[in-house]
């Protein structure tokens, strides 16, 4: 396993500033990167669960871990990486995919197997859901799955338009999941049957399950928007552009949302107007984490290898903690302690105030490595939009001009390109 490579086709739709010739011929490319087995890197979101922690890591383990001292439960080892994926529970039972097309459920008190199911293709990015005696989950064989939660076999599947590393979302009685085919898909999770579809224009990641307040679903998608859709009928209300691909799900809170985006930005919009409250800077454009709210305070780690703590009324921020590698790992927030996982292979227990508690290190401290290539050319259509240029212009969007500085942005005070050369004093 850590001699051979694997192929990851990851988060696409490429963007004028990263694609070069291809954007200058109208077109939009998939953006593919190639990951490599035996690193040890942990970009899933840990999750607590009858008293364990539990987080899933591209060294192939999937890890049990007392949450007070960080010592390790129990270990069970898949046959290549885990890419994203958080465990979902039911009656001390865990289901997670995996990389080697295997859904897995484990006993969550041993660590032992208790059957797997095969899928066509690699499942990475989707974590899955349960829904009563169901489990539902999404694979890159174009397949949303549907299992008895007993016996593994299969009760439903729904074919999308393409692959998915989508974690499915339950709200209303109806599953939502996102596809490399531009679609959010609203199904009935019963059937599997198709009650309606949202159309974009890049594919739709959700390493997280999607956000939704009052009656409408917030979500991202890598033509460079931030969507909120009706979850009864699948009508847009909400739209906001920014200058990166959105691969962190969007989180609403008290009529804010607050978008992650791969321009180096953490945006909080308002709802209603449509307009930027507070914009944050960070030092990397490979997005990060989602954001997570704790009193007064959001939280989100970045690819610029920072965990920050921000004032979430004035964007402000409060405290960081610098680790060795990007963070894409969403934050879990429990007994007053901050959980995270960090390309740079450890599991971080922080303080509320950024104190680091206790640290866990995967098998290996070799960072799993990941490059570039332009590959499949395709083209997709842009939804229609139903606004005039003013309307678009009086959104604060960053679609015709740079954002520049003013009244609602606010950048971190120190200077990255020295810090980041600065060895961490964890090491």
Sequence with gaps: MHSERNDLFMATIGSDFELGDFAKKGKKAYRIWHIYDGGGSIDAAPVIYEGSLFISCQDGYLYAINPETGKMVWKFRANAPFVDPFPAFQKGRLYIGNYDHNFYCIDSKAGEEIWRFRTGDKIFGSSALVVGDKVIFTSKDFYVYCLDCEKGEIIWTFRTGGWSASTPTLADNKVFVGSSDGNLYCLDPETGKEIWRFKTSGNIFSQNRFSVEDGTIYFGSDDFNAYGVDIHDGKEKFRFRTGGFINAVPIAHKNVLYIHSHDKTLYAVDIKTERIIWRFETGHDEGGSDAIIFGERLFFGSSDENFYCLDIKTGREI??????????????????????????????????????????????????????????????????IEETKEEKKDRYSVETEKLGEDTYKVQSEYMFKSEYKQESQYK
Excluded at 336 to 346: A, E, K, L, M, V
Excluded at 349 to 367: D, P, V
């Design 319 to 384: 405290w960081r903690f610098k680790t060795e590698g990007k963070i894409w790992s969403n934050p879990l927030i429990a007994n007053n302690r901050i959980y995270f996982g960090s390309y740079d292979c450890h599991l971080y227990c922080l303080t509320l105030e950024g104190k680091l508690i206790w640290r866990f290190q995967s098998s290996t401290l070799n960072q799993t490595k990941y490059e570039y290539e332009e590959e499949t050319l395709i083209e997709f259509k842009p939804p229609e």
